[in-house]
């Protein structure tokens, strides 16, 4: 499963890019605001950042424009992807732009026969929002769960992006599932690699070894400096 943080934040990005283990960005109108800087730089900035696909929200349901906005963000880099909420106008351009080979990510899936229709709609991208789902006492596990199978027993191309990714289980299990984009939060990306194991044990590793140093004769250069 491909690791995409759900942000566009530049410093997060460059640090999940410096892990050598990110593949991939997705924004949405949100997160665009919260960086209140001018949104074409900051897209071309993010886009060069990573070398995996970004996703970028389109900000309309009138399907003329949505065309439009589609083409004008295929555009924006190689690596960009059209992002575009699923409803009927949003399925005609995903047709529309799928036919001319610009990639599209349909978002705010919330139910197994939506993900069909974007299948069959020819989009790139299909992404569930688990977290969204649980806020409402829904189970947005088996919603994930269900797609995947569907998929898989159809044969469709599409991907499934597990979005709205809430805690590290959530992670796992859509791992689990099949899943094969998640998308999360930074604060979710950190917690990916904790354990309170791993740093008690670094911890009694480091203070081992200032005990052993002085004793150990003829050390490697990069060892004398730890």
């Not at 995409?4 to 665009?32: C, M």
């Not at 069959?120 to 947005?140: C, K, M, Q, V, W």
């Amino acid at each position: 499963m491909k690791l995409f943080l759900d942000t566009a934040n530049l410093d997060e990005i460059r640090e999940g890019v410096r892990w050598g283990v990110l593949k991939g960005v997705t924004t949405n109108p949100t997160l665009i605001g919260k960086e209140e800087q001018d949104f074409l730089p900051l897209v071309k900035e993010i886009c060069s950042i990573v070398e995996g696909e970004v996703s970028i929200e389109t900000a309309s349901d009138d399907p003329d424009l949505l065309i439009r906005q589609g083409h004008e963000i295929a555009q924006i880099a190689d690596n960009a992807v059209v992002k575009i909420s699923i409803s009927p106008n949003g399925l005609s351009a995903t047709r529309k732009l799928s036919d001319e080979g610009i990639k599209v990510n349909v978002t705010l899936c919330f139910s197994p026969t939506q993900a069909l229709l974007a299948a069959e709609a020819g989009a790139h991208i299909i992404s569930p929002f688990l977290g969204r789902l649980d806020d409402i006492a829904t189970d947005g596990l088996r919603l994930l769960s269900d797609i995947c199978e569907i998929y898989a027993t159809q044969g469709y191309q599409t991907q499934v992006l597990a979005a709205s990714l809430r805690h590290p289980v959530h992670v796992v299990e859509a791992a689990r599932m099949g899943a094969d984009i998640g998308t999360m939060p930074f604060k979710v990306f950190e917690a990916l690699v904790k354990h309170p194991l791993t740093d008690a044990g670094f911890k009694k590793f480091s203070d081992d070894w200032d005990q052993a140093k002085p004793h150990l004769g003829e050390l490697l250069p990069s060892m004398q400096e730890a």
